[in-house]
C-alpha cells in the first residue's frame, strides 16, 4: 500500500499560484502512476491531471491546460500540481491519488487504488 497526503492548498485571488504538494510513504512511489482530481460543492469528482511513473508522460483536462503543471519527484516520494492564473472555477478540494503503473495513466477515478484526504483550494474573484 501506499499512504498520501495532500498539502499546499489556501485561499488565493484570482490570477494567482499555488503549487500543491501529494508526499507518498510506504511502498516505493515509482511503482506508481498519479494523478490529481478536484471536487468542488454539489459537483463530482473530476480529473485535473496526470503523470506516468517516470515523469515523462503528462495528461491534462482541457480546463486547465496551459496554466497547471503536474510533477514528482520519485527520490523524494513527492509528486506536484503546479496551478497558475488561477480562476474562482478552480475551487474545490484537490485530491493525489496513485495507480499501479502496469495499469498505465488513467483519466479516470477508478483507475487509481489510493487516494489523500485532499486539501481544500479557494480562489476569490
Known amino acids: 500500500q501506499v499512504q498520501l497526503v495532500e498539502s499546499g492548498g489556501g485561499l488565493v485571488q484570482a490570477g494567482d499560484s499555488l503549487r500543491l504538494s501529494c508526499a507518498t510513504s510506504?511502498?516505493?512511489?515509482?511503482?506508481?502512476?498519479m494523478g490529481w482530481f478536484r471536487q468542488a460543492p454539489g459537483k463530482e469528482r473530476e480529473f485535473v491531471a496526470a503523470?506516468?511513473?517516470?515523469?515523462?508522460?503528462?495528461y491534462y483536462a482541457d480546463s486547465v491546460k496551459g496554466r497547471f503543471t503536474i510533477s514528482r519527484d520519485n527520490a523524494k516520494n513527492t509528486g506536484y500540481l503546479q496551478m497558475n492564473s488561477l480562476k474562482p472555477e478552480d475551487t474545490a478540494v484537490y485530491y493525489c491519488?496513485?495507480?499501479?503503473?502496469?495499469?498505465?495513466?488513467?483519466?479516470?477515478?477508478?483507475?487509481?487504488?489510493?487516494w489523500g484526504q485532499g486539501t481544500q483550494v479557494t480562489v476569490s474573484s
Open positions: 510506504g511502498r516505493t512511489f515509482s511503482r506508481y502512476t
Open positions: 503523470v506516468s511513473w517516470t515523469g515523462v508522460w503528462t
Open positions: 491519488a496513485a495507480g499501479s503503473r502496469s495499469a498505465g495513466v488513467s483519466r479516470s477515478a477508478p483507475g487509481y487504488d489510493y
